[in-house]
């Protein structure tokens, strides 16, 4: 009789649909849109003006343009570029073509590529209120709901020395930070280390229960130092599922979990929503990773 006996320890993900049915009416919502590897945030406020931070890569377009037609958005009062690289701006022309948008807030950077030309153009055809972001610059939603600009610097404070390898673009992304009663959530953009210590030192507030994490999880932003600074309870990392820039780092993860912060990620978790009276504030995510950490034995005998 030969008897095998094999222990394992088996750990998996799993993810499952969980339909989750939340209170949005006359509460302030922030979705973060499962575009893949880029990010495209949704702020709708309690009386229903929109805010649309970045719109994911080109084949997120309709995604993005899908997403605003399930809430019934007409037009966006304001739409945001928090910096002119493709897996922010990509889907934004077709945002532009489907939807009257008010206001177009720019990082203002000087830079060449064809999408962003494109998108210039379009704001320029639908005559759209251009508007280049500045340190200081307040966007009031509702009463009570505002959008405070954090970064560029603006002028030729930008920042112009980044670590190598760094980008100048991602530095000087526009950082915002929305507010609603008790409630703060963190806007960063593509912004590393060096922009968060720039914010640091301006003093202005920083704290927000909500972080979205800066760059895609990369391990040169979310210091422990910002982190300490900004005190977010959960973070918020939009990220596409194995993409190649090895997003987000183990040591973000790391100091995010170390600083105790609850993450959730677009590529496991899809589309993330967070409401909001001002007072509480809730996360929902239309995936749920579900590990299951099992401790079984596994017997296999052979009997001759
Ligand atoms: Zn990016």
């Known amino acids: ?14 993810t499952r649909e969980v339909p989750t049915p939340f209170v949005t009416q006359g509460r302030l919502q922030v979705y973060a849109l499962d575009v893949g590897q880029g990010d495209s945030f949704l702020i709708i406020s309690p009386e229903g003006k929109s805010v649309l931070i970045d719109a994911g890569p080109p084949q997120a377009g309709d995604e993005v343009v899908a ?3 399930k809430r019934n958005i007409q037009s966006l009062d304001l739409a ?18 489907n939807f ?28 759209i209120k251009f508007i280049v972001a500045k340190k200081g610059m307040k966007f009031e939603l ?15 404070q930008g920042i112009k020395k980044v670590r190598q390898g760094g980008s100048v673009e991602n530095a000087n992304s526009i950082v915002m930070r929305l507010t609603y009663g008790n409630f703060a959530m963190l806007f960063t953009g593509d912004a590393e280390t060096e922009t968060e210590e720039v914010m ?14 800066g760059h895609h999880g990369s391990r040169y932003a979310t210091s422990a130092k910002f982190l300490e600074a900004v005190a977010p309870e959960v973070a918020i990392i939009s990220v596409g ?9 183990q040591s973000t993860l790391n100091r995010l979990q170390k600083a105790g912060v609850k993450i959730y ?29 099992m401790n079984r034995t596994y017997k296999s005998y052979k009997n001759y």
């Open 1 to 14: 009789m030969v008897a095998a006996i094999v222990i394992g320890v088996i750990y998996w993900l799993r």
């Open 67 to 69: 997403a605003l037609r």
């Open 80 to 97: 945001v570029a928090t910096h002119p690289h493709s897996d922010h701006i990509g889907g934004m022309i077709q945002v532009i073509e």
């Open 100 to 127: 009257e948008v008010k206001n177009f807030l720019d990082s203002g950077q000087t830079y060449t590529s064809k999408t962003y030309e494109r998108m210039l153009r379009a704001i320029t055809d639908k005559r």
């Open 142 to 156: 509702d009463s009570g709901v505002k959008l405070d600009v954090l970064n560029p610097q603006g002028g030729d």
């Open 200 to 213: 640091m030192k301006s003093g202005e507030p920083l704290r927000a229960q909500v972080l979205k994490v």
């Open 241 to 249: 599922a194995g993409n190649n820039y090895g997003h987000p780092a």
């Open 265 to 293: 990620r677009t590529d496991l978790n899809g589309e993330i929503t967070v409401v909001t009276d001002g007072n509480k504030f809730e996360v929902h995510a239309a995936k749920q990773p579900v590990q299951i950490a």
